[in-house]
């Protein structure tokens, strides 16, 4: 099984959730707007076993639902 995730800046409103819950997938660009850094937001690379429950715990607590996931 595998899950993969991504962000759609556009929805995005920089409110820091997601890289607070999960930094080793979530990052910010100069504008504060997230993304998936393992892959530069392309949702190519498979999320860790150890990362997944923080990815859902990120994409449950996203106030505007930009964050995708993937399994």
Known sequence: KTMKTK???DNCIACGNCNAICPDIYDYDEDGI???HIDNNEMTEEIDEEFR???LDAYK???TEAI???D
């Open 53 to 55: 429950s923080l990815v």
């Open 7 to 9: 962000v759609i800046r």
């Open 61 to 63: 607590n996203c106030p």
């Open 34 to 36: 997230a993304y998936c």
């Open 68 to 70: 995708i996931v993937e």
